[in-house]
């Protein structure tokens, strides 16, 4: 079944009535479009949209602030999406600012003390707070107030310093990495999974009607396949393919169109790229499909080896093609396999052939 045949009628509605208005209107316009701009618009994660929906509405009625919320999950799923959203919700200000930043507790003092009652807060990479910094977010949150130390040695004094009510939005990749005092404190947690092809597909179809491109049912399956199940990964890849069928193929993305232009840009069939099939060559071909360790697999790759481990590791693992032992890293069947050869019956790996 075709990605327009699954559409309900309403469905298809309610993505005409979105990409319609900004149809041919110039790229730089449109990029900030490209973004929901309410939980209606968003596009799957339907358990958190449905609990972040009732959290805001009840907020509303009771014409109180929302409890603080932390989004965690991989990068391009739509956490600061989601935040942007969360303000425009509540019709308040949104104010940016990210973990690494914040290097200081005065740049936190700073930051807090100019929120607007009822201001939303994001605070992306959370979990890359100076410690200083994150133990003064501590009574900020429970208490809408900090204390800001006047003077050095014996004679030093804390002054406090009330806040308006705000809500704060985090967002991290390693929720691991987060101090419990701090994560307790968040009134609301959810996590983004990856995305499913059908979902990255009715994305694909909003953005190309956002563009402007013109794109058939088979050019969207592609490319929602491919996608790595992150929006923010689709919608590149749709402006990269967009820039190919406008030089080679008359400006249409078919299916064949987009199979051409992914090729040209290093994308398989599975969705890996460059990155991907380097470490899994390396994996592969080098070190006889292992068990070898991060440093040097990234050696072998050129690249650091936080870079293989965020980057390329979660989505070779995810599937299948790749796993980690206490022996370190090594290929399965599937990850031979896909590089066309065949896995050998050893000992270490056989249990995951």
Known sequence: MSTEESLSQAEQAELDRLVSPLAGTDDQAIEGALR???????????????????????????????????????????????????????????????GPAIERSGDLAAVLSTLSEGEVLFIDEIHRLARPAEEMLYLAMED?????????????????????PFTLVGATT???????PLRDRFGFTAHLDLYAPGELSLIVR?????????????????????????????????????????????????????????????????????????????????????PVGLSTLAVAVAEEGETVEVVAEPFLVRNGLMARTPRGRIATRAGWEHLGLVPPATPENQSLF
């Open 36 to 98: 929901p701009k309410s939980l209606d618009d968003f596009v799957g994660q339907g358990r958190v949209r449905e609990q972040l929906s009732l959290l805001l509405k009840s907020a509303l009625r009771r014409e109180r602030t929302p409890d603080h919320v932390l989004l965690s999950g991989p990068p391009g799923l739509g956490k600061t999406t989601i935040a942007m959203i969360i303000a425009a919700e509540l019709g308040a200000p949104l104010r940016i600012t990210s």
């Open 144 to 164: 809408f107030r900090v204390d800001i130390v006047v003077g050095k040695g014996p004679g030093a004094t804390a002054v406090p310093l009330d806040l308006a």
């Open 174 to 180: 390693r929720s691991g990495l987060l101090p419990a």
């Open 206 to 290: 909003r953005s190309a009607g956002l563009l402007g491109v013109e794109i058939d049912d088979g050019g969207v399956e592609e490319l929602g396949r491919r996608s790595r199940g992150t929006p923010r990964i689709a919608n590149r890849l749709l402006r990269r393919v967009r820039d190919y069928a406008e030089v080679r193929a008359g400006g249409i993305v078919t299916r064949d169109v987009a199979r051409a232009a992914l090729e040209v840009y290093e994308v398989d069939e599975l969705g890996l790229d460059r990155l991907d099939r380097a470490v899994l060559d390396a994996l592969v071909r080098r070190f006889g499909g292992g």
